[in-house]
T-cell receptor, first 111, second 111 residues
Framework: GEDVEQSLFLSVREGDSSVINCTYT??????LYWYKQEPGAGLQLLTY?????DMKQDQRLTVLLNKKDKHLSLRIADTQTGDSAIYFC???????????FGAGTTVTVRA | DTGVSQNPRHKITKRGQNVTFRCDPI?????LYWYRQTLGQGPEFLTY????????KSRLLSDRFSAERPKGSFSTLEIQRTEQGDSAMYLC?????????FGQGTRLTVV
């Protein structure tokens, strides 16, 4: 299966930008997703990018994809306390559409 | 449509008992997935259905686990003779095309 690596923790001051990084191993992933999980809850789809794009912007969220390096990042502008959560990047397999997850990055927003 | 619905939200069971979880996907979503998430980890793929056909099962899914999706609508996941290692959050997701939406999960505790 695919390996997905993320840094485990990120602390950011309210109002600053957050950047969450992710590396993956399967270069044939077609779509790459970002999900948010709050304590005790399911996963909320935030955004995604198609593999032939290198950037996608969606309001406060910017996704960057470096397909050559198999590196994906999520930038959250003007980070708010409500952004405190665990963030997962999840590449999708090309044939079976299933998602591979890493351990997630816990983002803590401090005042 | 209110999204993917999972029941029950929480289940506490004694070791050795059987449990069954239910997932109601978003209507008309043809693909349905089950994932398992343990504490501090990302979700791991268990199995998925395209309509009523079960197309893939992870090797994580031992013989004690069985999943069904009769008529291609709701799905059930049954665990027989539960063990303490089965304690986890069981997540269901559905998709019609690009975006996979997750339910709130069923948290299983085996005592």
């Amino acid at each position: 299966g695919e390996d997905v690596e993320q840094s485990l923790f990120l602390s950011v001051r309210e109002g600053d930008s957050s950047v969450i990084n992710c590396t993956y191993t399967d270069s044939s992933s077609t779509y790459l997703y970002w999900y948010k999980q709050e304590p005790g809850a399911g996963l909320q789809l935030l955004t995604y990018i198609f593999s032939n794009m290198d950037m996608k912007q969606d309001q406060r969220l910017t996704v960057l994809l470096n397909k050559k390096d198999k590196h994906l990042s999520l930038r959250i502008a003007d980070t708010q306390t409500g952004d405190s959560a665990i963030y997962f990047c999840a590449p999708e397999g090309p044939n079976d559409y299933k998602l591979s997850f890493g351990a997630g990055t816990t983002v803590t927003v401090r005042a | 449509d209110t999204g993917v619905s999972q029941n029950p939200r929480h289940k506490i069971t004694k070791r050795g008992q059987n449990v069954t979880f239910r997932c109601d996907p978003i209507s008309e979503h043809n693909r349905l997935y089950w994932y398992r998430q343990t504490l501090g980890q990302g979700p791991e793929f268990l199995t998925y259905f395209q309509n009523e056909a079960q197309l893939e099962k992870s090797r994580l899914l031992s013989d004690r686990f069985s999943a069904e999706r009769p008529k291609g609508s709701f799905s059930t996941l049954e665990i027989q003779r539960t063990e303490q290692g089965d304690s986890a959050m069981y997540l269901c997701a559905s998709t019609l095309g690009t975006e996979a939406f997750f339910g709130q999960g069923t948290r299983l505790t085996v005592v």
